[in-house]
């Protein structure tokens, strides 16, 4: 997958600006939410931030297989490179940090 996302990620510099900004924002809004929210289910803070990570990653566990099978059509130039090329470093580097300080002061 590394080496598609490679190969394909200048297809993906084609789709503009808002594509960018969704695969970073929308995984740390998500994550966010639900590092917040997950006191309603649980109150250990190990859980409630595993919670946050699958939420926040659910973008890049499931979309390439998911899109290969419900829109075979789908560019692959973009949602894989938007999945393993985006989102996941800024999930790994900026959201997991976040995610952690919400659950520990939330």
Do not use: C, E, W
């Not at 997950?38 to 919670?51: A, D, K, P, Q």
């Not at 290969?68 to 999930?91: C, E, H, Q, S, W």
């Amino acid at each position: 997958m590394g080496m598609i996302t490679a190969r394909r990620f200048g297809t993906f510099s084609r789709y503009g600006r808002f594509v960018t900004l969704f695969a970073v924002l929308m995984p740390l809004f998500n994550g966010s939410v639900v590092a917040v929210a997950s006191h309603l289910v649980t109150n250990s803070v190990g859980n409630r931030f595993i919670f946050a990570i699958l939420a926040a990653s659910a973008s890049y566990i499931a979309v390439p297989a998911a899109m290969r099978l419900a829109a075979p059509k789908a560019d692959p130039g973009l949602y894989i490179p938007m999945a393993l090329g985006v989102t996941f470093p800024v999930n790994i580097t900026l959201g997991m940090p976040l995610y952690m300080a919400l659950v520990q002061h939330s």
